[in-house]
C-alpha cells in the first residue's frame, strides 16, 4: 500500500519508519540535529511549498530519506493505517 505525502509524492507505507509532528518533535536538541545531518547529507526531500507540519522517515531499498510534508502526522497516520487496530483513539 501506497502512502501519499502532498504534492506528487507517494511512498510505500512498508518503507516507513515514522510519522512525526515537526512541531513537537523539533523541540528535542536530537531531533533537530538529526533533520540538520539529513538536510547535510541530501536526505530531506520538501514536499511542500506550505508551512511543514510532519515529516516522514523512510527506508528505501536501504537508503534513508526524510520527507517534509503540510499534512499533519496524525492525518498521515491515518491514512496509513497505522492506527487502525488501537482502541480509544
Partial sequence: MYLHLGQDTVVRTSDIIGIFDIDNTSLSRSTRGYLAQAQKNNLVVNVTYELPKSFVVCCEKGKQRVYI???????LKKRSGYIEGISNV
Fill in 69 to 75: 510534508s503540510q499534512i499533519s502526522s496524525a492525518t
